[in-house]
């Protein structure tokens, strides 16, 4: 073990030596230092930097007005035809685009599922679940008038634009 240790020690002091020896290969000048030049020299190191950081970065574009999308319900069945005109009352509470009024406490509907929509509006008819703002506008509605409806609502998109 002790030969292993001092062969060891002697292989460390021998690269330990080779390498104090590195210094003779580094340029020497014997100019007197300036310090003037020392600090353009570290300017002109900062401004490559900044220019290589600002290379890195991405390029943005000018912000462009965003325009509106104009969201609408592709009436191609006739169950949707009749489901956007029975919406049609629906809009004064629950809006447009089905996103609901905080102001007439009416829940977002738009983009629900159409068996949901169509529950929801059948237990309120039947009393099971009571709902007084919504029942002049329900009572007469019938199981198709509910399903028809029910689709539109669910073309609607759930995000509001």
């Given at each position: 073990?002790?030969?292993?240790?001092?062969?060891i020690?002697?292989?460390?002091?021998f690269?330990?030596?080779?390498?104090l020896?590195?210094?003779?290969?580094?340029?020497?000048?014997?100019?007197?230092?300036?310090?003037?030049?020392?600090?353009?020299?570290?300017?002109?190191?900062?401004?490559?930097?900044?220019?290589?950081?600002?290379?890195?970065?991405?390029?943005?574009?000018?912000?462009q007005?965003?325009?509106?999308?104009?969201?609408?319900?592709?009436?191609?069945?006739?169950?949707l035809?009749?489901?956007?005109?029975?919406?049609?009352?629906?809009?004064?509470?629950?809006?447009?685009?089905?996103?609901?009024?905080?102001?007439?406490?009416?829940?977002?509907?738009g983009?629900?599922?159409?068996?949901?929509?169509?529950?929801?509006i059948?237990?309120m008819?039947?009393?099971?679940?009571?709902?007084?703002?919504m029942?002049?506008?329900?009572?007469?509605?019938?199981?198709?008038?509910?399903?028809?409806?029910?689709?539109?609502?669910?073309?609607?998109?759930?995000?509001?634009?």
């Open positions: 073990m002790n030969k292993l240790v001092v062969f020690l002697v292989v460390s002091f690269i330990a030596l080779k390498g020896n590195s210094y003779k290969s580094i340029e020497v000048s014997n100019e007197p230092f300036e310090y003037s030049k020392a600090e353009n020299a570290y300017k002109n190191r900062l401004k490559t930097l900044a220019a290589i950081e600002e290379a890195k970065r991405p390029k943005v574009k000018k912000e007005k965003v325009k509106k999308v104009e969201f609408k319900v592709a009436l191609d069945t006739p169950a035809k009749r489901g956007f005109k029975l919406y049609s009352k629906c809009i004064v509470c629950h809006g447009k685009l089905g996103a609901g009024k905080k102001s007439q406490n009416a829940p977002k509907i983009g629900q599922f159409d068996w949901y929509v169509s529950l929801q059948s237990n008819q039947k009393g099971i679940r009571v709902n007084k703002a029942e002049p506008y329900i009572k007469k509605l019938s199981s198709q008038d509910i399903a028809d409806l029910s689709a539109y609502i669910s073309k609607l998109p759930w995000k509001a634009l």
